[in-house]
Antibody
Framework: EVQLVESGGGLVQPGGSLRLSCAAS????????MNWVRQAPGKGLEWVSY????????YYADSVKGRFTISRDNAKNSLYLQMNSLRAEDTAVYYC????????????WGQGTMVTVSS | QSVLTQPPSVSGAPGQRVTISCTGS?????????VHWYQQLPGTAPKLLIYGNSNRPSGVPDRFSGSKSGTSASLAITGLQAEDEADYYC???????????FGTGTKVTVL
């Protein structure tokens, strides 16, 4: 079964750090571009970051640029999001999502992991 | 700031047809980038409904259809069913952001 499973969410104080992980299974992870998408409580979807299949190309939303770092380990079939200098407005469910090759559409999503930034 | 605008809500009786619009700009939909649609049931992750403007992934009923014209796109749901009650989001690529952009979201209510 094709699956993405996120982990690493939790409660963190403003200014703190957190590292999210996304474990992929059931497909050739190294062949796919991956993304992080978040959803604040009661709000819409917001794209956060993109990484190419090899990890050589990376993009970020302006709202997280300079604070978040996306990475991947194809040998471990895993995607990561290192989040530093966290703010209250980063509170959200974070989803990892697989991109259909060449289409910019996200066909497989994880169940999400909740990040709460609060003192 | 780039944004894809959707109506906050649409509603219809069972069996009816509803449409959801997604209006962008010259840096996203108007630039020729594809539009994709997602359905999000309460408490669950989004599910891909339409990709590449009008293509349905395997398993998505043909009651769902998508189209694109100019700087806008639309999702149509025909034969509305109670299980279609959910939030729907459009998505495209934006050249000014060098990344994806989601629509503001539309809640579909089945009366």
């Amino acid at each position: 079964e094709v699956q993405l499973v996120e982990s690493g969410g939790g409660l963190v104080q403003p200014g703190g750090s957190l590292r999210l992980s996304c474990a992929a299974s059931g497909f050739t992870f190294s062949s796919y571009e991956m993304n992080w998408v978040r959803q604040a409580p009661g709000k819409g979807l917001e794209w956060v970051s993109y990484i190419s299949s090899s990890g050589s190309t990376i993009y970020y939303a302006d709202s997280v640029k300079g604070r978040f770092t996306i990475s991947r380990d194809n040998a471990k079939n895993s995607l990561y999001l290192q989040m530093n200098s966290l703010r209250a407005e980063d509170t959200a469910v974070y989803y990892c999502a697989r991109e259909i090759r060449g289409k910019d559409a996200f066909d497989i999503w994880g169940q999400g992991t909740m990040v709460t930034v609060s003192s | 700031q780039s944004v894809l605008t959707q109506p906050p809500s649409v509603s219809g009786a069972p069996g009816q047809r509803v449409t959801i619009s997604c209006t962008g700009s010259s840096s996203n939909i108007g630039a020729g980038y594809d539009v994709h649609w997602y359905q999000q049931l309460p408490g669950t992750a989004p599910k891909l409904l339409i990709y590449g403007n009008s293509n349905r992934p395997s398993g998505v009923p043909d009651r769902f259809s998508g189209s694109k014209s100019g700087t806008s796109a639309s999702l149509a749901i025909t034969g509305l069913q109670a299980e279609d009650e959910a939030d729907y989001y459009c998505q495209s690529y934006d050249s000014s952001l060098s990344g994806s952009i989601f629509g503001t979201g539309t809640k579909v209510t089945v009366l």
